[in-house]
């Protein structure tokens, strides 16, 4: 393989558990464990305007050096997509685009000019097999899945812990703290569903950065129910160990334009049951009462109902751990990574 550099989000200075970072980290990772430092670089976006000079600098630098450039954003355009684009017209690189979350096809459908902007990709590498099939009706020819991946060394047995006698169950979530994550449908669900289940506790741990605009509400909520817990932020390598420490994931996202997160790749790693929404990809990662409980998107008495009826069906729950593990093997590196590797010179 030829010189490449990955252009993306790395924020090496911060343990994020923002999608994006994770995201790109794990592509740079990735190929570095294989292909060694003399072939692989990186530059750093992180920061914005603060950093745009320092940042086109090793942008220009990258492409004089690499035949592959791989831009991993949500940008469709924009100083960085644009500047990119600049020198892909100069110096002829295979740039490989990799969209951050789902939203591309949407947001390029009825806008021929962002169409045309993203023209100069040789490839386009969306998480979403949805994505796929629409870039490729949109006209592009060059668009293969790839799904969004992780490099885990040791598989959790967090199913373990479930048994018909527990008389505490550990519920967690594992996002960014946002209003939108539905951090605040999982604490309301939670205290309602205990009021109807008398024989086991309920524990809800927290974890993520919290979105400023939500802190004073989140605070709000911590103390006036007692059952949660706010953990902070944790590294993305200890995801899996943490993960393990419960008994169930809740994935209540209201964000409409969710994709196919990486948390829900580390709660298979660790053989967690995941109660989830069912945003618009649900069906693409999960098989409801399969590989995770699902509730309908949105609806509180929903997920109430749901919690409840994971408690007394503690056998599903485990079968669900336990296929989630299996289900881990599509989105380990070593069944991801030759996608792209498959593109680059």
Known sequence: MKNTVVIGQLHFKKNDMIGAVVKTRNIYYGLLEKHGEKLISYVDIWGGKKRIAIVFAEVFKAFKKCENVILVTSAIKGSYVSYVRLLQKI????????????????????DSKARKRLSFCSAILPESKQNCCELQSLGFPEVYLLRNFKSVKTLGRSYDSLHHNMTVMSFCTFSRVTKEKGITDAII??????????????????????????????????????????????????AVLTLEKHDV???????????????????????????????????????????ALGYEYLNVDSLVDTIIYATKNIDELINIGR??????????????????EKQLL
């Open 91 to 110: 110096f002829k690189r295979r740039v490989i685009y990799i969209p951050i979350g789902v939203r591309i096809s949407g947001r390029i459908a009825n």
């Open 189 to 238: 669900a939670i205290s309602r569903a205990q009021e109807l289940v008398s024989n086991i506790r309920f524990e809800l741990h927290i974890y993520g950065g919290i979105d400023p605009d939500y802190k004073e509400e989140f605070e709000s909520l911590l103390k006036k129910y007692f059952f949660v817990v706010y953990e902070g932020s944790v590294n993305s390598e200890d």
């Open 249 to 291: 994931l809740l994935f209540p996202t209201r964000f409409p334009d969710e994709g196919i997160p990486g948390t829900i790749i580390d709660a298979f790693a660790a053989g967690i049951p995941t109660i989830s929404s069912k945003w618009l990809y649900f069906d693409e990662i999960f098989e409801d009462h399969k590989t």
């Open 323 to 340: 296929n989630g593990q299996k289900e881990y093997e599509k989105y380990d590196s070593s069944a991801v990574l030759p996608v792209l």
